[in-house]
């Protein structure tokens, strides 16, 4: 059955990043969301995919930061699209709220790829930055609002498949540098293999499940 519980918006930009990652951009109408908040976008042949929302909650468009996946149903026919043309988008749901929800204590961000995009869009709202960020990708040309977010916050990048400036490796090889106490909030979104580590990480070091956070945004 086709869920005909979305709305009509206007493309904006596909601002192509490189061969598999664009930002798809489009007019918000209105739509209210939270960030960390997902929604589905609909293809003219009704298949549909869950896209977590990268723009802040005051702006006037919605940004989304997608993979292109070669052979996909959603993601090549989203990445071809052109200013004007209208896409189907469901209302927004989800329960991963990074750095809301948990008073005054302080929090870390942790993500691989596209698993930044509620990170940006925290980034975006809200004034309260976190102690740190850990951002891995595979090429330096992946990392998506990496000058914003080192302007609003400490950032780490790692690279994995370049020579680089930045860390030569996997996030999980900068996990020592991560503020640990008892009070710290950890929200890790990306990768599933990086979620498990880090989180099987961070409760080896004594920090309590309650405190970890967790989106998985591809499985492998």
Same mark, same amino acid.
């Given at each position: 059955m /086709? =869920?005909?519980?979305?709305?009509?918006?206007?493309? *904006?930009e596909?601002?192509?990043?490189n061969d598999?990652?664009?930002?798809?951009?489009?007019e918000r109408?209105?739509? !209210?969301f #939270?960030?960390g908040?997902?929604?589905?976008?609909?293809?003219?042949?009704?298949k &549909?995919?869950?896209?977590? /929302? &990268?723009?802040?909650?005051n +702006?006037?468009e919605?940004?989304?930061?997608?993979?292109?996946?070669?052979?996909? !149903?959603v993601s090549p026919?989203?990445?071809?699209?052109e %200013?004007g043309?209208? #896409?189907?988008?469901?209302?927004p749901?989800?329960?991963?709220?990074?750095g809301?929800? #948990?008073?005054?204590?302080?929090f870390v961000f942790?993500?691989?790829?596209?698993? /930044? %995009?509620?990170?940006?869009?925290?980034?975006? &709202?809200? *004034?309260?930055p976190? @102690?740190?960020?850990? $951002?891995? @990708?595979? *090429? +330096? %040309?992946d990392?998506?609002? $990496?000058?914003?977010?080192q302007?609003y916050?400490?950032?780490?990048? %790692?690279?994995?498949r370049? +020579?680089?400036?930045h860390? *030569?490796g996997?996030?999980?090889?900068?996990? =020592?540098?991560l503020q640990?106490? &008892?009070?710290t909030? $950890? $929200?890790?979104?990306?990768l +599933?293999?990086? @979620? =498990?580590? @880090?989180s099987e990480?961070?409760?080896e =070091?004594?920090?309590?499940?309650?405190?970890?956070?967790r989106?998985?945004f591809?499985?492998g």
């Amino acid at each position: 059955m /086709i =869920n005909l519980d979305y709305t009509e918006h206007p493309v *904006k930009e596909v601002r192509i990043v490189n061969d598999d990652l664009f930002e798809l951009i489009v007019e918000r109408n209105n739509l !209210e969301f #939270i960030p960390g908040d997902c929604a589905a976008i609909y293809t003219d042949t009704d298949k &549909s995919r869950p896209y977590s /929302i &990268s723009s802040g909650f005051n +702006e006037n468009e919605l940004r989304f930061v997608i993979r292109m996946m070669e052979g996909g !149903e959603v993601s090549p026919w989203l990445m071809s699209r052109e %200013a004007g043309d209208s #896409i189907r988008i469901t209302p927004p749901f989800g329960w991963f709220r990074p750095g809301q929800d #948990i008073g005054d204590s302080p929090f870390v961000f942790l993500a691989t790829g596209t698993g /930044i %995009a509620p990170f940006l869009s925290y980034m975006n &709202s809200f *004034k309260v930055p976190p @102690v740190q960020c850990l $951002y891995g @990708v595979r *090429k +330096e %040309a992946d990392a998506i609002g $990496y000058a914003e977010l080192q302007s609003y916050c400490p950032t780490q990048l %790692a690279i994995s498949r370049e +020579e680089t400036e930045h860390h *030569k490796g996997r996030l999980t090889d900068l996990l =020592n540098m991560l503020q640990l106490d &008892s009070t710290t909030h $950890y $929200y890790c979104c990306g990768l +599933e293999s990086m @979620v =498990n580590e @880090v989180s099987e990480w961070l409760q080896e =070091n004594g920090v309590g499940l309650m405190q970890i956070h967790r989106e998985v945004f591809f499985h492998g």
